[in-house]
């Protein structure tokens, strides 16, 4: 699989590590009333689909960076790569 | 028909011309006690178990290929039983004693083959951790005995026992472990549930459950509905598919995991032997071949197929291991559908839908545990209650704090 990144452009998917679901960024309120259940379920439960997944790849042997990687699990084929931060940002996570 | 050396000799002596289908093909009817959706290894199992040993024969099978065209058939056929935590060695020990009765029992041969399973072990710490995990084994009524280098030399002597970076001191020996025939196995469990009086459906793909009010009426597949008052899902790679038509998320993600397979060699490798440097198993079939494999991708994969990568990688450890096998070919390589839980362990439970019941979760050890599997499911569906050997392989053990963790590596399929 190559990973075009948006910064270095199209690199070999084994210098990168995988994390899973990209859902993994809307991590939780801790002060929540639910939050364990939350907690639970964020960490453990997934949607695993059989098509298009948004998954964050982390650039080891890169420039270190997190990316959010949308790959078509039936096929492998990589559909977008976008920045993890900017994912992150329009999602209203950074401060 | 039961097969026996007679039946062959009289078949023999009259020109064959009495066999007949190994199983039948009825058109479903519109209800059944039990369906079980999925007819691979476990499916089939379940189906098997529910019959002779709870007496329910109401029971559907529906495959949405071929029986056995899954895992079943796709997978390097070695059983064993040496886990080491509680929630786990029980189980599989169960299983290890179901395979060694298991011919006799649905009278067909399923090739079981005791020849033994060795874990490598490579320095003073993993035969400490080798010790402990004989010793959890032997309190399960299982076997293991560590064996030294010596012993090691006269049993596999290609094996590079001076490495220079993961010498060979020894390993951890299951002589009962060893391989068997996996096709056979699907195969014998539906002809033995087939004569109970199960039907087995296939080319029937189920693409959503009857569900009111919380109670499971049935499913719908994609050629009508059909009733029942328990239905029974063991899809394992497709597991998050199908368990989404309940409305269901699982503590899942499917992966791949790939093997292959060399050309036919001498009888070189007596049991199954596995590197304790890397992620490297390796055992020869009865026609010659080396069968290999290591490290799921370790990507999110409906594909059945892997990349390059990790066939890469599995050879290197191959290459660290037994350096002779350099110089035999890869004939074919393929990728199995798993499904990695969290936590590297299985699940046998009900769900939040009454008359649901859920069986998955098996990552990349499912076929060693296919009958007790199929034993422990037709146990619960049957009872309602979990059997004795399975009361940890529960949905909401993470909740509880209660993962069974074998490898001891965290909560993410991909560290499994």
């Not at chain 2, 009289?10 to 209800?31: A, D, F, I, M, S």
């Not at chain 2, 076929?367 to 529960?394: D, N, Q, W």
Request: contains cysteine; glycine residues 12%.
């Amino acid at each position: 699989m190559i990973i075009d990144h948006p910064l270095l452009g199209p690199r070999d998917a084994q210098e990168f590590v995988i994390l899973g679901d990209a859902s993994l960024i809307d991590r939780p309120d801790w002060q929540a009333e639910d939050s364990a259940q939350q907690f639970h379920d964020y960490q453990h439960l997934r949607d695993n689909p059989a098509g298009e997944h948004r998954e964050l790849w982390f650039h080891e042997q890169g420039d270190r960076s997190w990316l959010v990687v949308t790959r078509n699990t039936l096929t492998h084929e990589v559909l977008k790569v976008e920045l993890a931060r900017d994912v992150a940002m329009a999602r209203g996570r950074g401060r | 028909m039961r097969y026996s050396v007679l039946q062959i000799l009289k078949e023999g002596l009259t020109g064959n011309r009495g066999w007949k289908p190994v199983w039948r093909e009825p058109e479903p009817k519109k209800r059944y006690d039990v369906i079980v959706v999925g007819g691979g290894g476990h499916g089939l199992a379940t189906a098997y178990y529910l019959a002779t040993v709870h007496g329910l024969t109401d029971v559907a099978v529906l495959e949405k290929g071929w029986l056995g065209s899954g895992n079943v058939g796709r997978n390097t056929t070695i059983v064993r039983s040496n886990y080491l935590l509680p929630g786990n060695e029980p189980f599989y020990e169960l299983s290890m004693k179901l395979w060694e009765g298991l011919e006799q029992d649905f009278n067909y041969n399923a090739m079981v083959s005791q020849r033994g399973i060795i874990n490598l072990y490579h320095s003073d710490a993993q035969r400490d951790a080798a010790a402990r995990r004989a010793n959890a084994m032997i309190l399960a009524g299982a076997d293991g005995v560590l064996l030294d280098r010596e012993a090691l030399e006269r049993i596999c002597p290609y094996l590079d026992f001076d490495n220079e970076r993961f010498p060979i001191a020894g390993g951890l020996c299951q002589p009962r472990g060893g391989t068997v025939r996996h096709d056979a196995v699907a195969w014998g469990y539906a002809r033995g549930a087939d004569r109970r009086g199960v039907d087995l459906i296939q080319n029937r793909e189920v693409t959503g459950f009857d569900i009111r009010n919380g109670v499971c009426h049935g499913v719908e597949t994609n050629r009508g509905t059909i009733g029942a008052d328990r239905v029974a899902v063991c899809v394992a790679g497709s597991s998050g598919k199908v368990m989404g038509y309940a409305g269901l998320r699982l503590p899942i993600e499917s992966h791949v995991l790939q093997a292959f397979v060399t050309e036919g060699l001498k009888p070189a490798v007596p049991g199954v032997i596995t590197y304790g440097a890397g992620h490297f198993y390796v055992s020869q079939s009865d026609k010659g071949g080396l069968v290999f494999g290591g490290d799921i991708d370790g990507y999110n994969s409906y594909a059945q197929r892997g990349n390059l990568p990790t066939l890469e990688d599995v050879c290197e450890g191959g290459m660290a291991l037994m350096p002779t096998i350099g110089r035999a070919r890869v004939l074919r390589i393929w990728g199995g559908l798993v499904d990695m839980s969290m936590d590297g362990s299985p699940f046998i439970d009900r769900t939040s839908v009454d008359g649901l019941f859920f069986n998955g979760g098996w990552n990349y050890g499912g076929f060693k545990a296919t009958p007790a599997s199929g034993y422990c499911y037709a146990h619960l569906i049957a009872t309602g209650e979990p059997h004795p050997v399975a009361t940890e392989m529960r949905l909401d053990r993470f909740e509880r704090g209660a993962a069974i963790d074998e490898k001891g590596v965290g909560a993410q399929p991909n560290l499994h």
